[in-house]
């Protein structure tokens, strides 16, 4: 099959058709348009995800292997062009795919990529880190020590921990709807033990995935809008859009479309300064499945007319337990920032993100500290130094 052949590295440790340079010939002389096999699926959930994922990879791949040529050419300066046709026997597929699954027609972060590309290894033992590998692959992924597997799986096994985070936020509406504070300070608690337990998780990068590997497969990640690969965008040959047929533009995947984060932003009622860099944040909401907006949204909803916040301050314990969450999210942003310039800033010379923002030499912090400040303010009368 087309994707065990395709990684740089294959399952076996032979060379596979990237590291050839041969995957476009074959998708353009061999490869077959499946897309009258996808209708009978159409309501079986399981198989259309994997054929969204699937797919993804196979475009990316193929739009982005002249790139992986050319940044190994040039001792890793620049990626040059991407090619900027998407021939039918792919275009047509991901875009139906696509939009059964409820995704955009490229490679996304919860879709494809990471959150929908793991497995265990021993079906009966549990999901954890031990017990997972990733579905496709790159580069090397495939070998589950490599950098590629660990970059991935380490935000598996965050995302593999966060429901108790969810089910704390969603009860914690409900409690402070019904007053009931003592309810809500176990809400928080178990908030706090999630995005602690997540961040620990978190930490593991250093050791699963280095830094000077990750130029490798970073290449494969990138999306089509704002990046010099794709001056022009994509033409998706075969396939009709409001746009079409002008070429389309996708941003590329990113954890920026995780909902970890996000969730908290929006609970602990963190403000966004208004820039062009938060703006972008925002578009990525789009790259989100449908459930995961949803919930984000209804929590917005919530944030404005419940007022969590509100209540949580007036009591010592509750507002303790607020500051604590909010320090847990400057945690995760210095951490991430530390990433950002160790894996990014340090490695590479391309101004953009995989995602279509700018790298600039600021984190996100921002508006976490902002927050913070707030609600120290806010919050410093019950607390026991005073
Ligand atoms: C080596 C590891 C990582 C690197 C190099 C990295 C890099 C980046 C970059 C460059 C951006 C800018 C957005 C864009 O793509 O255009 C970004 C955004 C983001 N990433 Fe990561 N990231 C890493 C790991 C993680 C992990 C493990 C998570 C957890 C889910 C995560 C969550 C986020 C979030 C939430 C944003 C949006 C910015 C924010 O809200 O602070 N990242 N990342
Ligand atoms: N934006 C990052 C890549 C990135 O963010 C990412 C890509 C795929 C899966 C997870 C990711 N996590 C981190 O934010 C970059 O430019 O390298």
Redesign the pocket.
């Known amino acids: 099959m087309i994707l065990q052949e395709m990684p740089i590295t294959k399952a076996d440790g032979t060379p596979g058709l990237l590291a050839q340079n041969k995957l476009g010939v074959k998708v353009q002389t061999e490869f077959p348009n499946l897309v009258e096999h996808i209708e009978k699926y159409r309501n079986n959930q399981v198989v259309i995800s994997a054929l969204y994922r699937d797919y993804s990879f196979l475009a990316s791949a193929y739009l982005l292997e002249p790139c992986h040529h050319e940044y190994q050419r040039t001792s890793r300066t620049t990626y040059g062009l991407a090619r900027d046709l998407l021939p039918e026997n792919i275009a047509v597929p991901i875009a139906k795919v696509a939009e059964l699954a409820g995704f955009m027609p490229f490679m996304e972060?919860a879709g494809s990529?990471?959150l929908a590309n793991w497995k265990r290894l021993d079906p009966s033992k549990p999901v954890e880190y031990g017990n997972l590998a990733l579905i496709r692959a790159f580069e090397n992924g495939l070998d589950r020590e490599s950098s590629e597997a660990g970059f991935?799986l380490v935000?598996v096994d965050m995302v593999r921990s966060s429901g108790p985070l969810v089910a704390g936020a969603w009860n914690a509406v409900e409690a402070v709807e019904r007053g009931e504070e003592e309810r809500l300070e176990e809400c928080l608690r178990e908030m706090l033990e999630a995005i602690q337990k997540i961040n620990a998780c978190m930490e593991n990068m250093w050791n699963k995935s280095k830094p000077r590997d990750y130029g490798s497969f970073?290449t494969f990640?990138f999306g089509i809008t704002k990046q010099s690969m794709f001056p022009r965008g994509v033409i998706y040959e075969g396939v009709s859009s409001s746009t079409s047929p002008t070429r389309q533009s996708f941003r590329g995947?990113?954890?920026?479309n995780d909902s970890i984060i996000p969730l908290l932003d929006i609970f602990l009622d963190i403000p966004y300064p208004h820039t062009p860099l938060t703006d972008i944040l925002l578009d990525f909401r789009k790259y989100r499945p449908g459930n995961h907006r949803e919930f984000l949204e209804w929590m917005h909803r919530k944030q404005e007319t419940v007022g969590m916040r509100k209540m949580a301050m007036k009591g010592r314990g509750t507002a303790e337990l607020w500051l604590r969450l909010a320090d847990q999210v400057r945690e995760f942003r210095w951490r991430h920032w530390c990433f950002t310039r160790e894996?990014?800033l340090k490695e590479s010379r391309h101004p953009v993100?995989?995602?279509g923002s700018p790298i600039v030499n600021v984190s996100f912090l921002a508006p976490c500290l902002l927050s913070w400040f707030r609600v120290w303010d806010s919050c410093r009368s019950h607390l026991p130094m005073q």
Do not use: K
Not at 253 to 256: M, N, R
């Open positions: 972060y990529y990471a991935v935000h970073r990640i995947e990113s954890g920026a894996y990014v993100a995989t995602g």
